[in-house]
């Protein structure tokens, strides 16, 4: 039988990275459970426990069957002895006190209502619930509350984020990306690489052939994009990875890239071209038009979408093409799987990882796309 395969098979690896993780899993009802516990002790600053509910619920993602008896995960890692007391009060009872417990904490509920503003994370989150602070529009009307440009464009364009983006809407705005830089590669990266549905943003890189020929392609991009009117916020930063501090940024314990990039909120529908620059082949339309430049210069004025249009979350970021398999290896998630793969590069490999390169620490070098491919 089914049961009998599974509790006698699984030789699961210990890494999410060794495992599969399919988007439409069968453990939906013991997964949300884990993460809601993983969440409320991310909140109370238990990062330790947070992360042993994360790594349950990721094996429990690449089970292909149904956990429908605690006996089928005999033998089954990264379960600890509080995950799998969850796990067996769904299987008797259908629900978890300690998981409802948490999912109508006061706290809990005020802190996931904070970062679902964009630019807010747990750090402001917590000291605004330790301020007394209890809805967004207390937070608004608070005198002593200074908020970042981000969070500013977060409270401003709060409807539109949290609407989910559509795979068709990242689809969407990745070709016209595409049609504004017809010579460079574009990549959409993060969950929709994944094959989600839907994200909270849509996540691009952006490379090009010739090595040295990805510098000054964002700010060509973000030229464009402003003289459509589509950019409704954008926050630039420059590239601060040199290959020759590799050794310094390998010591870090930040997992951050230094990549050139900007986080952005965007409009759609992109709009086609306004104006043409002589010296780039576009494949996308490139009428001049007078009604579409006016109707757009006004509404950047006014910042607010008209109806039917929406602000979406658009980040690029860009790597030289040696870097490339790297980033987009980096970049595509999920976190858990970013995260174990750096972890087994450490712990079986003796190799660092990072969206830059892997750093051979035996050999005691970088070791780029040249080096591996040829
Ligand atoms: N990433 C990372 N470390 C960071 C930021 C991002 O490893 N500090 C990687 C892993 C993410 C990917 O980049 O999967 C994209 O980040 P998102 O926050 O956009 O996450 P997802 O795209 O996976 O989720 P969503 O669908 O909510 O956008
Ligand atoms: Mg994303």
Redesign the pocket.
């Given at each position: 039988s089914e049961e009998e395969v599974c509790t006698k098979s699984p030789s699961i690896p210990i890494y999410a990275c060794q495992r599969k993780t399919p988007v439409n899993h069968l453990n939906h009802h013991f997964t949300c459970a884990l993460e809601a516990l993983a969440e409320g002790a991310e909140f109370s600053e238990s990062d330790g426990r947070a992360l042993a509910f994360r790594r349950a619920a990721s094996v429990l993602k690449s089970l292909p069957f149904r956990v429908a008896k605690i006996e089928q995960l005999r033998g089954v890692p990264c379960l600890g002895k509080h995950s799998i007391r969850i796990i067996q009060e769904l299987l008797d009872l259908g629900a978890c006190k300690e998981v409802e417990q948490i999912r109508s904490n006061e706290m809990n509920k005020v802190m996931k209502v904070f970062m679902s503003v964009w630019g807010v994370g747990l750090k402001t989150a917590t000291r605004w619930y330790r301020d007394g602070l209890r809805s967004l529009s207390e937070v608004r009307a608070s005198p002593s509350v200074k908020l970042t440009r981000m969070q500013q464009a977060g409270f401003e364009y709060y409807r539109d984020l949290a609407r989910p983006v559509s795979h068709v809407e990242a689809d969407t705005i990745t070709a016209a990306i595409r049609a504004l830089l017809p010579n460079s590669f574009i990549t959409i990266?993060?969950?929709f690489r994944r094959g989600?549905d839907a994200?909270?943003?849509v996540?691009l890189l952006l490379t090009h052939p010739d090595e040295g020929g990805e510098v000054g392609l964002l700010s060509k991009l973000l030229e464009h994009l402003n003289e459509q009117g589509s950019v409704m916020f954008q926050d630039y930063r420059d590239n601060t990875y040199k290959e020759t501090n590799a050794a310094g940024f390998n010591e870090s314990k930040s997992?951050?890239d230094r990549f050139e990039r900007c986080f952005t909120i965007l409009r759609l529908p992109l709009s086609p071209r306004v104006t043409s620059h002589k010296d780039d082949k576009v494949t996308g339309r490139q009428e001049v038009n007078e009604a579409v430049t006016s109707h757009y210069t006004t509404n950047l004025r006014k910042k607010i979408p008209e109806p039917g249009e929406r602000a979406v979350r658009v980040d690029f970021v860009v790597c030289p093409y040696s870097q490339y398999a790297f980033a987009l290896l980096?970049?595509?998630?999920?976190?858990q799987f970013?995260r174990d793969l750096r972890r087994y590069a450490s712990h079986e490999k003796a190799m660092i990882l990072s969206s830059h390169h892997l750093f051979d620490k035996q050999q005691v070098r970088v070791l780029t796309i040249s080096h591996t491919l040829h």
């Open positions: 990266t993060g969950g989600k994200g909270h943003d996540d997992t951050m980096g970049w595509t998630g999920s976190q970013e």
